[in-house]
């Protein structure tokens, strides 16, 4: 029953072959309470909709229809207001994003993104079960994922800052 918090589920996957973006990155994290500061590497998946702060209402209906994610409100330097929907949490996107665009296709070329990001989300996700690290294979893989996904990006500005060697 839609109670008008909530969009149907082709609604919300026209308007992510639009709007939204799959990531991977890899990330680096510097663990300041241990002693020497030690650096950990670790790929991170990410689901977002980036939009002007005014449509936050939307994002809002989004995220009651996913049932995950937050909502952050962003002040960019150019004084450009945005609103940003996002799920990081590893088992909200692949118990809830990654069934819900099963069922609800993408169309344009976002499916093709969405299966890149599928592939590498459940190798993650299969490491975090079994309390894993990636292996130098998984990295490979990942890596080549990655650089597989830009080629459904929006030209990006600048490089991937982080990989594993």
Not at 61 to 90: H, P, V, W
Not at 110 to 132: P, S
Request: include cysteine; charged fraction near 35%; hydrophobic fraction near 30%.
């Amino acid at each position: 029953m839609n109670t008008g918090k909530e969009l149907p589920g082709d609604y919300v996957a026209g308007f992510v072959d639009g709007e939204g973006c799959f990531y991977l990155t890899y990330r680096s994290e510097i663990r300041y309470e241990r002693p020497g500061k030690p650096k950990y590497f670790r790929w991170t998946p990410y689901f977002a909709i980036n939009l002007r702060q005014d449509d936050k209402e939307i994002l809002e209906k989004i995220r009651n229809t996913l049932s995950c994610g937050n909502i952050y409100l962003l002040n960019r330097r150019d004084g450009e207001k945005l609103a940003q929907f996002i799920i990081q949490n590893m088992d909200d996107l692949y118990s809830k994003i990654l069934p819900f665009f099963e069922k609800y296709t993408l169309r344009a070329k976002k499916r093709h993104d969405f299966e890149l990001w599928k592939k590498a989300l459940k190798i993650m996700y299969n490491n975090k079960k079994h309390k894993m690290r990636c292996s130098p294979e998984d990295n490979k893989k990942l890596l080549f994922i990655r650089e597989e996904m830009r080629a459904y990006k929006s030209k990006l500005a600048r490089g991937y800052k982080n990989s594993p060697a």
